[in-house]
């Protein structure tokens, strides 16, 4: 099970693959954007 994630209208998060540190990441891994809509 994930944790529930409160997000403020109109925050971006980055989300990729878990990584132990920054010379592990790759410029082709995935990268998916969770937008949370504003009201307005």
């Known amino acids: 099970d994930l944790?529930?994630?409160y997000l403020q209208g109109g925050?971006?998060?980055p989300?990729?693959?878990a990584i132990q540190?920054?010379?592990e990441a790759k410029a082709?891994?995935?990268l998916s954007l969770?937008?949370?809509l504003?009201?307005?």
């Open 15 to 17: 989300v990729g693959p």
């Open 28 to 30: 082709s891994d995935d």
């Open 11 to 13: 925050s971006i998060v």
């Open 3 to 5: 944790p529930v994630l």
């Open 34 to 36: 969770i937008v949370a």
């Open 21 to 23: 540190c920054v010379g």
């Open 38 to 40: 504003d009201e307005f």
